[in-house]
T-cell receptor
């Protein structure tokens, strides 16, 4: 079983839709969770960071973590064509030095 | 204007040649990283460095080499031993290595193509 699983998509939605992007992970040692957005042929940019179960909101974006289910989500409200990108989840372990483990990314397409 | 710069943006290499990709940051971050991104593969860690003059192999270090002589610079050399070097290479840096709260910030990437 891979450490992080993420559906590659593409996920196609109309403008204004609520988008749900998800990752599952296998190791309960992972305690820190990030979402990155990557436009085509660009470097990833950090969108959200969280370390606790529950929701964290930033504008139209909400990151949700369920540690009991080892499941993390990113919700995008009122999606815009400019949200069309690949979204990568990244997770890190607690305690000592830990590099990030990335999901393979989900491609999102928002049509006008 | 703080950030991470990578050069060149596009690089073409003939088989058997070594090439060096540049990564510079002016964020005063201690840690720097190199990733390779292939379609459908996600980001895979090549090398990382937590401090000047020290670096560690990542998951796919074979055929690559790095140096960290200065805090702000972490060049990656793709050697002729790397059998399939065509990929998108991303450099990242982070402020607090050794903590789970350490978030990484990425450069714009270099696309390497072997002719």
């Amino acid at each position: 079983q891979k450490e992080v699983e993420q559906d590659p998509g593409p996920l196609s939605v109309p403008e204004g839709a609520i988008v749900s992007l998800n990752c599952t992970y296998s190791n309960s040692a992972f305690q820190y969770f990030m979402w990155y957005r990557q436009y085509s042929r660009k470097g990833p940019e950090l969108l959200m960071y969280t370390y606790s179960s529950g929701n964290k909101e930033d504008g139209r974006f909400t990151a949700q973590v369920d540690k009991s289910s080892k499941y993390i989500s990113l919700f995008i409200r009122d999606s815009q064509p400019s949200d069309s990108a690949t979204y990568l989840c990244a997770i890190a372990k607690a305690g000592g030095y830990s590099t990030l483990t990335f999901g393979k990314g989900t491609m999102l397409l928002v049509s006008p | 204007d703080g950030g991470i710069t990578q050069s060149p943006k596009y690089l073409f290499r003939k088989e058997g040649q070594n090439v060096t990709l540049s990564c510079e940051q002016n964020l005063n971050h201690d840690a720097m990283y190199w990733y390779r991104q292939d379609p459908g593969q996600g980001l895979r860690l090549i090398y990382y460095s937590q401090i000047v003059n020290d670096f560690q192999k990542g998951d796919i270090a074979e055929g690559y080499s790095v140096s960290r002589e200065k805090k702000e610079s972490f060049p990656l050399t793709v050697t002729s031993a790397q059998k399939n070097p065509t990929a998108f290479y991303l450099c990242a840096s982070s402020l607090n290595p050794g903590t789970g709260t350490d978030t990484q910030y990425f450069g714009p990437g270099t696309r390497l193509t072997v002719l």
